[in-house]
């Protein structure tokens, strides 16, 4: 049994559907603070399962003990956290709390119940915005300025001291870049409620809930001085996922500790994502630029060629199709 915390949030919830359609048997743990409900049955609907519930705060050892004890968990899909950079440097110590000490729970019963198996969702932040471009996996890394980055960082550290700590312990780290898009049923999408992304803040313009769209910045030092981001769509990221986990189980004797970036390695500006929308929909859209926020880098992208190399993994959808699938989320 595979559990997956933060199984109904963005990334859980899609990444649960493909692990029930790949066969293997989860169970869901949240605590609903950044996602709904609903999602769990959505997720059931989705792949035509029944799916267990947990709902749980990964920082509560009580009950998550009781979660260990009363199901056979074998391996730990990690997506429970929390992930805003922008609102990390107002609650820094929510970001330390929910993040570091709930993951250093997790670990803690983990060895407890001789669990051997943990993909972690980590953040390409960790790189910080003083490296040569693209980002690759080896990489010296320095302590990066937001709360939430560094919470990343210090839980890949955590996971390699218990990996070397406790020789079972099996561990893959995935250092996201922006995934985006939405699960072609329409069913399960990313809670864009608080968010100030770019593409929840589009949708949330398309769906007139907003006047206009928000762009943080056009002074940037870039081709166009828009930000320009690693965008890949969810779909591919939670493939890469499943890869990794087959890949831990065909080396179970030889790596207990392994990095991988999964981006699309491509670079994009915010105004060429505005561009495609307006193609796309053969209509121009309303921006307003806003002041940078806080923590936003200039640019960035993955070189994703030891995923490609190890994993056998790439990305498949253009950003046509991203772009495509995202408008599916549009209200009727």
């Known amino acids: 049994m595979i559990l997956v915390t933060g199984g109904c949030g963005y990334l859980g919830s899609h990444c649960a559907v493909e692990l029930l359609n790949n066969g293997y048997e989860i169970i869901i743990l949240d605590n609903f603070s950044n996602s709904e409900k609903r999602i769990h049955k959505q997720i059931e609907n989705i792949a035509n399962k029944k799916v267990k519930l947990e709902e749980c705060d990964i920082r509560d050892r009580k009950k998550l003990d009781q979660v260990f004890l009363n199901n056979k968990v074998e391996s730990v899909f990690h997506f429970a956290g929390l992930k805003s950079i922008s609102e990390s440097f107002d609650k820094p110590e929510d970001y330390y709390s929910v993040n570091i000490i709930g993951t250093v729970v997790l670990l803690e019963l983990m060895v407890k119940y001789c669990v051997s198996k943990i ?93 206009h769209i928000n762009i943080y910045g056009n002074d940037f030092d870039t081709h166009d001085g828009y930000g320009v981001r690693d965008y890949i769509h969810v779909n591919d990221l939670i493939n890469g996922h499943i890869e990794a986990l087959n890949f831990i189980l065909k080396h179970d004797k030889t790596y207990n500790y392994n990095v991988w970036n999964l981006g699309s390695g491509k670079g994009r500006s915010v105004l060429e ?39 056998g993994w790439h990305p498949k959808k253009t950003l046509h199709e991203i772009v495509e699938d995202s408008l599916m989320s549009l209200k009727e």
């Open 273 to 311: 994502i505005v561009n495609a929308f307006e193609k796309q929909l053969k209509r121009k859209l309303k921006c307003v630029i806003k002041p940078r926020r806080k923590g936003d880098l200039g640019q960035y992208w993955a070189d994703i060629n030891k995923a490609k190399r190890e994993l």
């Open 119 to 211: 993909i972690f969702s980590s953040s390409a932040t960790i790189y910080g915005d003083y490296s040569k471009l693209p980002w690759h996996e080896k990489i010296d890394l320095n302590i990066p300025d937001s709360p939430y980055a560094q919470s990343k960082i210090i839980i890949e550290k955590l996971l390699k001291n218990f990996s070397l700590k406790h020789n079972f312990l099996k561990v893959a780290i995935l250092r996201y870049f922006n995934p985006v898009g939405f699960h072609h049923s329409g069913l399960i999408r990313e809670n864009s409620k608080n968010s100030t992304n770019l593409f929840p803040e589009i949708i949330k313009y398309l769906n007139n809930e907003k006047p």
